[in-house]
Each structure stands twice: as C-alpha cells, then as structure tokens.
C-alpha cells in the first residue's frame, strides 16, 4: 500500500504521514529530508549550488538513508546522522534550490522507489509523491493551508527551537520556497488529478488526521 502526501511548506504533511504510518502499521518516508541531506552534501563538499552537473555528481556519490519508526526517522548521509543538522535555514534554502536540477531529482526519486519497497506498505510525504514518485498510489492526499497560517505555524515551531527568525521573515520564506517549488521545470509541486485535497487552514491537526483515515477506510 502506497500513500502519497504532498503540498508547500508547513501544511502539516510530516506531522500526519508520521500520523498515519503509526496508525496503519507502514514505513514512513519524508522525501523533503532527502533533498535536504542531498543539499547539506552539496553544501560540505564546497561545491557551488548553481553548478548544476558538479552537484548532480556529489548528490549520485551521497550515501542518504532514512532509518527507523515513523516516530523516531532518522537521515544518514555516508554513515553519518544528520537529523538534526538539515533543519536549518540555510539546508532548507539550499534544498528548494537542488530540488530544482532533473539529474538530482533522478537519483532521489530512484532512492525513494527503492526504499519505499522494503516494507508492506509506506506513507510517503514531499511535493511531487502522487504525481511523479508513485503516480499509481492507492491514496493520495494533497494538503494545504493558507500563507499565513503556514508561516505561523512554523514561526512557532522555530520559537520552541529558540531559533529568533520574525513572522515576517517565515512568511517571505514560505512564498519564496512555494514560489521556485511550484514553478520548477521538472516535477513542480502540483496536485495530481486524483488527489484528496485538504485546506487545513481553519481545522486542528486531530481534524485533518480523522479526515485522512475516513478517506482511506472508505476506498479500503
Ligand atoms: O518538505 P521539506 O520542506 O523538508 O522539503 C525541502 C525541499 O525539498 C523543498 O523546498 C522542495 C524539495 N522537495 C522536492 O522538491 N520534492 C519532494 N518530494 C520533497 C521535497
């Protein structure tokens, strides 16, 4: 059984595909962060980000994995656990714009295909999952939510992080990232034909998630 989630930034899909995995008993693979341990590789190896052939060939040589429970994933690169390291704003820009290069989203979407297939099943979140990675899902679901109250969201999160970006500046990155994610050549963000659209921007993530499994005890 396959589940794609997709959407921008801050919907709440890592949050609910974890969610979802634990309750159905699947793998749960966050694509986002192998884009990002693929920019944090790019980023180490000194390479610049708009050498789009150098930085498809450091990608193709990392070694990135994602190891665990839907509760307690973990990403290596080479070996090594980079979890929390790829959280950072500086990861997060670099993986928008490597997201953007056809050879590296090769190599990834090959990646996850593989790892998606070593279980009974997975619930898999990123941007082009129902329309590109697993066109053939049995479930699709696209979430959303408005801007502004993605922006909050994760404005919150980085305060408990203590990190001291203004809701101002969130807001900015959010439109910057939907904007070059959902105008990129290759595989943009996009909903696919069959998808379960869900705007979350009024409901409480427990809301979304009882929606979610309505969804999918109705088509089982
Ligand atoms: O979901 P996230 O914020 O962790 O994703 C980081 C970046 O990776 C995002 O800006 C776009 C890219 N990405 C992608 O292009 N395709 C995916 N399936 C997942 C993420």
Redesign the pocket.
Known sequence: MIIAVDGP?GAGKSTLGRMLARELGLLYLD???M??AAALAVMRSGVSTRDSAAVAEVVNKARLNLEGDPDSLRVTLDGEDVSEEIRSEEV?HN??VI?TISEVRRSLVACQRQLAERGRGAVLD????GTVVFPNADIKFFLTAQPEARANRRYEEDRLRERDASFEDTLADINQ?DRR?STRADSPLAIAEDAIVIDSTELSIDEVFQRMVQEIKERA
């Open positions: 930034s694509t986002g962060a884009y990002r997060s993986a928008s997201s990123g941007r082009d999952i990232r994610d």
